[in-house]
């Protein structure tokens, strides 16, 4: 049976056109109905992997196994939240599996998110620091986030972009909501430091260059 | 993490206003600078004001983030990880699709 969705999830993620149909079409295992979905959510999905991950083959694995899950695990959306948050966070949670199975199992990502001192935000609190030129366009941001150091870049991506609660965020990344606060002020005061240069910032692969 | 309740935000430091800056903008509730408690600081604080006015703007366009813009290349996975993924289904019983993935 269908919950009645909280109209508070959708304030990030509205429905999409016929989103709804196609999910309960692919729940039937309406093969059609597989492909909409897919045509639908594909770039969120695979941007979301690319900023996490940096990496452009890894980034399509991970949406072709994002999806081959979704498809799997259709049956047990009950539309509690949105789609696309659903989808995303069954996205986000594949990443991180792929990044522990890569190296971070042995510790918690509690110890392995935090930069060193030399990619840490300097700490020039007080001081005269010229102000960002009012707005900040999306290529420079793009680049920005993407020469974050990468736990930083992580607690940005997930709070700042895709709208997680720091809660969810804690959760996902097994430290607390104290530490993903003060992970993502740093990663906001990292990104300050970048964009007053940025004629400094890499060329990155990917969809930056591509949002031209 | 600070405790909110008991700080008087009209005479700390820059420093200890540092110190608070990651729970005030976990607590939302709009821009903090527009927030009138902290007017007063802001105005003795210039820098400060500057500071989180600078940070808003960055957290307000990350929004804009979220939906990928433009149809070029680059911004979509390619043709083959929905190949893979049909042939994968097909394994699994489910046929879709060869174009599957077109807007």
Not at chain 1, 2 to 10: C, D, L
Request: proline content about 6%; hydrophobic content about 35%; some cysteine.
């Amino acid at each position: 049976m269908q919950t009645k969705p909280n109209p508070g999830f959708f304030k990030r993620n509205p429905p999409i056109e016929g989103e709804a149909e196609a999910i309960e079409r692919a729940k039937n295992g309406d093969a059609d109905a597989f492909s909409k979905l897919y045509a639908l959510h594909k770039r969120r999905v695979y941007t979301l992997c690319l900023r996490m991950l940096g990496n452009v083959s890894e980034a399509e694995d991970m949406t072709q196994e994002a999806f081959l899950h979704l498809f799997r695990k259709l049956g047990s959306f009950r539309g509690e939240s949105a789609f696309s948050t659903w989808l995303h966070r069954l996205t986000v949670n594949l990443v991180l599996m792929h990044l522990r199975k890569k190296g971070l199992n042995l510790v918690s990502l509690e110890e392995t998110i935090n930069p060193s001192e030399e990619d840490a935000p300097k700490r020039d609190f007080g001081s005269r620091d010229p102000q960002l030129a009012g707005s900040v366009d999306r290529v420079t941001l793009e680049r920005a986030v993407a020469s974050l150091p990468p736990g930083y870049r992580m607690v940005f991506v997930l709070h700042d972009v895709e709208g997680f609660e720091h809660n969810e965020i804690a959760s996902m990344l097994e430290c607390s909501t104290g530490n993903s606060k003060s992970q993502l002020h740093k990663a906001r005061l990292k990104l300050r430091e970048l964009l007053r240069q940025p004629e400094k910032l890499p060329p990155v692969a990917g969809l930056q260059e591509a949002a031209r | 993490m600070k405790d909110l309740s008991t700080a008087n935000f009209d005479t700390m430091t820059a420093a200890e206003f540092e110190e608070y800056l990651p729970e005030l903008f976990a607590m939302g509730g709009g821009r903090l600078s527009e927030n009138p408690r902290f007017a007063v600081f802001f105005q003795t604080n210039p820098y400060c004001a500057a500071l989180v006015s600078d940070l808003e703007t960055i957290a307000e366009q990350a929004r804009s983030l979220f939906e990928p813009v433009g149809d070029e290349e680059g911004l979509e996975p390619s043709d083959e990880v929905w190949s893979n993924i049909r042939s994968q289904l097909a394994v699994e019983g489910i046929e879709t699709p060869p174009d599957g993935g077109k807007d």
